[in-house]
T-cell receptor
Framework: DADVTQTPRNRITKTGKRIMLECSQT?????MYWYRQDPGLGLRLIYY???????NKGEISDGYSVSRQAQAKFSLSLESAIPNQTALYFC???????????????FGPGTRLTVT | GQQLNQSPQSMFIQEGEDVSMNCTSS?????WLWYKQDPGEGPVLLIA?????ELTSNGRLTAQFGITRKDSFLNISASIPSDVGIYFC????????????????FGQGTILTVHP
């Protein structure tokens, strides 16, 4: 089984709808992240969480919110979806270990979201 | 904010050829990471570099951490069809003890196509 899972894998929604993307991990990592990927722009950080009580805005948080329900679960919400939020969304995790082990991030398979 | 410029944007090569790509930054990073993304999948970590001047190999892949800490290079030797994908560099800031602050800054990606 995959260590980092995302649901749904694909979603088409209409402008103005609320949508939630979910991420679960079995790696036992404390840190979780949400990224957005657009062609030619790489991955950009939306929100990140270093533990259940810690939520931080990333580079492009406007129009998004997150919830860290448990160590293993981190969800991303679009309160009122708009077409320019059409993108690939990735969840990632990393360890809170001291030293270099905490550097590496492990990604889920992604959710392809289309807002019409 | 920090930006990474990755080049080339795309490459079309014949099977068996060597490949070189690089990433430059306007800021100093303490850690450089190289990821590969297969179609329909999330990025997978290939190589992590932790010290300026470091040269690290992973099979046919070799990556180097530039001595200015503002650039990194990835080479693939004797390319094969399964090398096809998008290659991303990512930089990260860590503290003096090597503990990650968690946030990765990604390059725009290099799309690699290998013709049999």
């Amino acid at each position: 089984d995959a260590d980092v899972t995302q649901t749904p894998r694909n979603r088409i929604t209409k402008t103005g709808k609320r949508i939630m993307l979910e991420c679960s991990q079995t790696k036992g990592h404390d840190r979780m992240y949400w990224y957005r990927q657009d062609p030619g722009l790489g991955l950009r950080l939306i929100y990140y969480s270093f533990d259940v009580k810690d939520i931080n805005k990333g580079e492009i948080s406007d129009g998004y919110s997150v919830s860290r329900q448990a160590q293993a679960k981190f969800s991303l919400s679009l309160e009122s979806a708009i077409p320019n939020q059409t993108a690939l969304y990735f969840c990632a995790t990393s360890d809170l270990a001291m030293g270099l082990a905490g550097v590496k991030q492990y990604f889920g398979p992604g959710t392809r979201l289309t807002v019409t | 904010g920090q930006q990474l410029n990755q080049s080339p944007q795309s490459m079309f090569i014949q099977e068996g050829e060597d490949v070189s790509m690089n990433c430059t930054s306007s800021s100093i990073f303490n850690t450089w990471l190289w990821y590969k993304q297969d179609p329909g999948e999330g990025p997978v970590l290939l190589i992590a570099l932790y010290k300026a001047g470091e040269l690290t190999s992973n099979g046919r892949l070799t990556a180097q951490f530039g001595i200015t800490r503002k650039d990194s290079f990835l080479n693939i030797s004797a390319s094969i069809p399964s090398d096809v994908g998008i290659y991303f560099c990512a930089g990260q800031i860590t503290n003096a003890g090597g503990t990650s602050y968690g946030k990765l800054t990604f390059g725009q990606g290099t799309i690699l196509t290998v013709h049999p």
